[in-house]
């Protein structure tokens, strides 16, 4: 098959030696590289290719047949071409995630197809086929591409609206052009697939709640100080929670970062960590007077933080804003102290409450997503179905008659308004049988008199040279 | 005239509806909209006193419809410059029913004033009550930013975020731009103050006579100095600043229509019908 690059190096070639860059030299060239490259059957090229989708994800499978499945970055790069080694197969992308594994492939026979990539599985991941089969869904044509476009806009994940799984696919697709696995159809599928996700993003308000403890704890943050940039933040303790919360918080832009341990060594490597100023649990009181955002998380049984430590610091901040996370069980924080003018307490539960509401609104965000996509597949579909030797063709001979009416009857109403009616009918028979001449060959090209392979990649060219979709 | 009224009448009416459709939708261009038809809406009311001025060749200040018209018209010229300069969307919702309201009643009141006392023809009075009415503009858009903030304050404190929640911007922004409010508004009030006395010392001698409305403006000027004071010297900001600029805003109201009802004065004729 002939990618892009290898038309690009041909384009090249003609390039380094002018004498030989006629067209007739250029479709020699491009027709000595198919014949070499091409492992396709002649009449392969005849066949009309199809969109499938084969995958299982955290609803289908559980997680151990998820992680016996799952392909790393290494074995994805054997496996696709080793996908695309089957003649039924002419294009794949691999996503692998620890949630999912989708594989996308055009083909020209889903039948064969799909059993040669159950068997790949089998045989690279040592199970046997009815061991998975049952947890895997195939998708074709419109549902397939529904369903991709869904997982890109986080309608199919576990936690519906998270964002990395748009990266993960981007990452995915990326692969499969440096292994040249993906072609016309899939380099289309995927481009509006990006596309779609990204509508989807900021069309609906699907990404826009938090729905994580530290992203909630964030969200909350910036509704209180606006911009979270220079707000000064204190961490309490340790816990894998409240670092992750104080990562989210570096990431925007905040202030000095103090940190404050009962085992001051511990503190001293954490403040390496974020790079922060490691003060002594005796301090605490003072570092609030400075601190504006309060992350707690130790292990003490009582309270480590009072209502009325709090409240001798107030006057001094000249009652700048105060918001205390509180991710201890049992709490660290008075909750008293949320009764403060200017301060904020939100415990582990709050915040959860914050989250569980936030779900709600995603999903119903994800009803106005769906509606997205809907009119997306339908869009490809169309473009889809355009690319076919028939509809290509009619689109060329009726964009040359649009362009050759237009023109007649410019130049019959002016400059030729001298000639009489039959005179008229003359030039128009002269114009409809150069329309003919000149479609004559293409014509035939893509009937396959000159075509071997990859067929969809002329009619897209061919629909991109002459603009006949509609963007 | 009547025509011109309605039109005014009507544009800030589509710019309510513009910003209340906002608030639920969350739809930038409902904002734009809201924000272009109050502009057009100020356009129109700007003719509307430039006529009355043009008609009668004083500035129409002069009965209750004007008084009214003017401090709707004070208010949205406020807002409007305003809005450029912070981008506190959400506060349209607040600013466009208020002008909307003080133009309906303005409208219910006689157009034309009924006696006219030569001693208002001079530009300091001109330049004193444009001023005055701009600084009534500021400190209502201060109590409006207090009440967003006591919302959003009370969503956040109650732990139980909802409507308002989502829609309304961080506290901290509501604060600034309450605080800023209120700054442009004490200048303006002082600068306007100023003026008055000058004016009165020109007309009647003195600069300083007792009149009730002299001296609710007089506390009015001290309140606000206070509030402004507290802040810098010992932080008076968040739920405690919000507060006072409610009040100082009910404070206001009693000084430019209370005192007029209630207490005798001669601020008293601008407010006849």
């Known amino acids: 098959m002939v990618g892009r690059a290898a038309l690009a190096e041909i384009a090249e070639e003609v390039y380094e030696h002018p004498e030989e860059g006629n067209i007739y030299q250029l479709s020699q060239n491009m027709k000595a590289n198919h014949v070499s490259h091409s492992r396709f059957l002649p009449e392969c090229g005849l066949m009309r290719q199809e969109i499938v989708l084969m995958g299982l994800n955290h609803k289908t499978a559980n997680v151990e047949l998820r992680e016996c499945i799952g392909f790393s970055a290494d ?104 292994k040249k696995t993906s072609g016309v159809i899939l380099n289309r599928l995927l481009h509006k697939t990006f596309f779609v996700a990204k509508r989807v ?28 940039e220079g707000r000064k933040v204190l961490l309490i303790g340790a816990g894998e929670m409240a670092e992750l919360a104080v990562e989210h918080l570096i990431r925007h832009r905040v202030g000095d970062i103090f940190v404050a341990n009962r085992t001051f060594e511990r503190g001293l490597a954490m403040a390496r ?163 003919n001449k000149v479609l004559h060959d293409p014509t035939l090209f893509l009937k396959n008199k000159g075509c071997y ?19 | 005239m009547k025509i011109l009224i309605n039109i005014t009448l009507l544009f800030y009416f589509m710019s309510t509806a513009g910003y209340s459709a906002y608030l639920f939708r969350q739809k930038e261009y409902l904002h734009k909209s809201g924000f272009y038809l109050l502009g057009t809406a100020f356009v129109c009311h700007t003719a509307l006193i430039g006529w009355a001025y043009a008609k009668s060749g004083i500035f129409p200040i002069h009965n209750l419809h004007q008084i009214l018209s003017m401090s709707g018209w004070a208010l949205t010229a406020f807002f409007l410059a305003f809005q450029q300069q ?23 009141f006689p157009v034309e004033p009924v006696q006219i006392n030569s001693t208002f023809r001079s530009f300091w009075l001109i330049f004193h009550v444009t001023l005055i009415f701009l600084s009534y503009g500021a400190f209502a858009l201060a109590c409006g930013a207090g009440i967003l903030y006591l919302v959003q304050e009370n969503a956040i404190k109650s732990k139980k975020r909802g409507f308002f929640y989502r829609r309304l911007p961080s506290l901290e922004l509501l604060d600034n731009t309450g605080y800023a409010c209120i700054i442009t508004g004490f200048t303006m009030v002082t600068v306007g103050l100023v003026s008055g006395f000058v004016y009165a010392k020109w007309i009647w001698g003195k600069f300083w006579s007792w009149d009730p409305k002299e001296v609710w403006s007089g506390i009015l000027w001290v309140f606000y100095a206070i509030l402004l004071h507290e802040r810098l010297a010992v932080g008076w900001r968040g739920r405690k600043s919000a507060i006072m600029s409610i009040i100082g805003f009910a404070v206001l109201l009693f000084t430019f229509i209370g005192v007029n009802f209630l207490l005798k004065g001669h601020h008293g004729e601008f407010t006849q019908w």
């Open chain 2, 86 to 108: 912070f981008r506190l969307k959400v506060m349209g919702v607040y600013a466009a029913p208020l002008a909307l309201f003080l133009m309906i009643v303005s409208a219910r």
């Open chain 1, 201 to 228: 993003r900021t069309e609906t308000g699907i990404g826009d709640h938090a729905v994580s403890i530290s992203y909630a704890a964030i969200e909350l943050g910036r509704k209180i100080f606006g911009d979270l």
């Open chain 1, 453 to 471: 392979g990859d067929k969809a990649l002329y009619l897209d060219i061919t629909r991109k040279l002459f603009r006949l979709d509609e963007e």
């Open chain 1, 273 to 435: 960590q974020f790079h922060g100023k490691a003060i002594r649990f005796e301090e605490i009181g003072d570092a609030l007077t400075h601190a504006d955002i309060i992350i707690s998380s130790t292990g003490a049984p009582g309270f480590i933080l009072t209502r009325e430590q709090v409240k001798k610091v107030l006057r001094p901040r000249k009652n700048r804003p105060l918001f205390f996370i509180d991710i201890a069980v049992p709490r660290d924080i008075d909750p008293d102290i949320n009764r403060l003018a200017n301060t904020y307490v939100y415990d582990i539960d709050d915040l959860q409450g914050v989250i569980e509401e936030n779900k709600e609104d995603r999903h119903r965000e994800a009803m106005r997503a769906e509606r997205i996509i809907d009119e997306a597949v339908i869009r490809f579909r169309e473009w889809y179905e355009g690319l076919d030797v028939v509809p290509t063709i009619v689109g060329l001979r009726e964009k040359l008659w649009r362009i050759a009416e237009s023109e007649m009857k410019k130049s019959l109403g002016h400059s030729l308004s001298h000639l009489s009616e039959e005179d008229g009918q003359a030039v128009r028979r002269m114009m409809n049988a150069m329309i």
């Open chain 1, 75 to 178: 074995e994805a790069d054997a496996a696709l071409p080793a996908f695309q080694k089957d003649p039924a197969v002419s294009e794949a992308v691999l996503l692998s995630t620890c949630n999912r594994v989708e594989l996308i492939l055009a083909v020209s026979d889903t039948e064969k197809a799909i059993l040669s990539a159950k068997n790949y599985i089998s045989r690279s991941k040592n199970l046997t086929v009815p061991e998975f089969e049952k947890s895997l869904y195939i998708h074709t044509g419109d549902d397939a591409v529904r369903h991709i476009f869904r997982v890109a806009a986080s309608l199919d994940s576990m936690v519906v609206g998270e964002p990395q799984i748009l990266g993960q696919m981007k990452e995915a697709y990326r692969m499969a052009i440096r």
